[in-house]
């Protein structure tokens, strides 16, 4: 294994995982233009409710079929593939025919339209994990990238039709990722069928049970320290419900683009676990698992102090002036993007070592962290106060899972190095920060050129231990500890 071969997998996995997401960055400038601000606060939420409802049907299965996908033979991989996507939709099919008994009860006719699609994205995105293992675990990053694209421009295609030649408003853009969502099951649907004839297996079942759902908890306070400041604003900033909503888009704007930082960090670690699993059980693993940690946390940590830096800068480019707040907003979910990399590098250890039971209790205690914080500092400091509260939980994040992880795998990092990594970048923040050219063009090159410079700084700090990962790496046989388990 090489270097080489590993960048050119996490790049291609990275880049196919961020498409989808990246598309809801690249349609911000649509929806800050053609969707008010209370409109982007209802997608907003809509969105956080259909993401929980994947969570929920997936059960977890998703990380259980990524690990059993390497546990088990040729034979029983189909079983396993339509086994576990069976009881994902007979999960969507239960939630979703109780609430179709419940919702024309409980909803108010006005906003019927909205939660009708959002319970239709969550479950169109049921299954959406078929296609992410199976490309990834069947090394054709190619056609993930190509399905991913093809995804992404259908999403674009029926928002901007909807959004901005019919003007349909939250309901076009909530349209537009159903659409997208409705690929994603397609091509899950054409990966079981042609894994057919299929055996729904209770061996299976309850092997991907096991593994998944100690996660399910987790993936749901992962949904907490991701959106219930939103939900907390609506609540504690004592407005009017139009102007709470107003709120709640810029607040939603201004954390997107911060957390573009957390969604790569994300996406880079669906290429990272498949690696680990190949050489983390061998003698190079520990060693291996501190240099390419070191690096990717201080890269996050250098992705982070750039989109901070030029976050009133982009904003300006993307929308108008009344959406200025979203900029501060932006400079601090960067790095609390930056601490949930950490967490996620940190935790490759524990999934290696199968002690993905901790995981909830982890990420439990960070939620609460972060409905703490929220509670605290919404009513002093509103959106902003929503913002610390997300940068506090995801440290405390990352802080358990490294007191965790070192007990159940060698785990070190090169600490000294990112402490120094970690003072360019928030310094150099500060310092464009406080030195303002005043017009808008001296303003944006300047802080582009700060920018530059701290991610130079941050290379040149992080040679030694690209050198140090490259030898590693050049010296661990393909498939090294491939399918080891680790006590």
């Known amino acids: 294994m090489t270097l080489r071969a590993l960048a050119r997998g996490s790049f291609l996995i990275t880049v196919a995982n961020l498409v989808p ?10 929806y800050a233009r053609f969707l008010t601000r209370a409109d982007f606060g209802t997608v907003s939420l809509a969105g956080s409710a259909a993401l929980l409802l994947a969570i929920t049907y997936r059960l977890g299965l998703d990380a259980a079929l990524l690990r059993m996908h390497h546990d088990v033979g040729q034979a029983d991989r189909r079983h396993l593939y339509a086994t576990l996507a069976a009881v994902s939709l007979a999960a969507a ?22 939660v009708v699609l959002a319970l239709a994205i969550g479950a169109l995105n049921a299954i959406q994990f078929v296609p992410s ?40 853009s909530l349209l537009g990722q159903l659409a997208g969502a409705a690929v994603m099951a397609g091509a899950a649907l054409a990966i079981l069928w042609r894994q057919r004839p299929w055996r729904v ?57 911060g957390y573009a930082v957390g969604l790569a960090a994300i996406s880079f670690n669906a290429a990272w676990l498949p690696f680990l699993y190949r050489v983390g059980g061998g003698p190079a693993g520990p060693a291996v698992l501190r240099e390419a940690a070191t690096l990717a946390i201080a890269g996050f940590i250098g992705l982070a102090a750039a989109v901070a830096i030029l976050a009133s800068d982009l904003i300006r480019v993307i929308a108008p002036p009344e959406w200025a707040g979203a900029g501060n907003v932006t400079a601090v979910v960067a790095f609390a ?44 400091i509103g959106i902003m106060g929503a913002a610390w509260a997300t940068l506090g939980a995801y440290a405390v994040l990352a802080a358990l899972i490294g007191i965790a992880a070192r007990r159940h795998y060698p785990l070190a990092l090169d600490g000294p190095r990112l402490a120094l990594v970690a003072g360019v970048a928030v310094g150099l923040t500060l310092v464009s920060r406080a030195v303002d050219p005043g017009e808008q063009g001296l303003s944006a090159a300047w802080h582009l050129g700060v920018a530059i410079v701290a991610m130079i700084a941050i290379a040149l700090i992080l040679r030694g231990s690209f050198a140090q990962l490259r030898a590693r790496l050049a010296d661990t046989p393909p498939g090294s500890g491939f399918g080891q388990a680790v006590g």
Not at 216 to 229: E, F, Q, R, T
Not at 247 to 255: D, E, F, N, Q, T
Request: aromatic share 6%; no cysteine; hydrophobic share 60%.
């Open 21 to 30: 997401r990246a598309g809801a960055f690249l349609l911000l400038p649509i």
């Open 93 to 114: 099919a239960g939630v979703t025919v109780l609430a179709a008994l419940l919702v024309p009860v409980l909803v108010a006719a006005d906003l019927l339209p909205i």
């Open 133 to 172: 293992v199976w490309y990834r675990a069947t090394d054709q990053v190619g056609r993930y990238l190509a399905l991913a694209l093809i995804a992404f421009g259908v999403v674009a295609a029926v928002t901007v039709l909807l959004v901005v030649v019919v003007r349909a408003g939250a309901v076009g």
């Open 201 to 257: 297996r209770g061996d299976l079942a309850r092997r991907g049970l096991s593994f998944g759902l100690p996660l399910l908890p987790h993936s749901m306070a992962g949904w907490i320290l991701n959106v219930s400041d939103r939900a907390l604003l609506g609540l504690l900033l004592g407005l009017a419900a139009a102007d709470a909503l107003a709120a709640i888009g810029v607040y939603s704007l201004g954390y997107q683009l």
């Open 337 to 380: 993007s930056a601490f949930n990399a950490a967490g996620l590098m940190l935790a490759s250890g524990m999934y290696l070592a199968r002690r993905t039971r901790l995981m909830p209790i982890l990420t439990i205690g960070a939620a609460a962290a972060n409905v703490g914080l929220n509670l605290l500092l919404i009513p002093r």
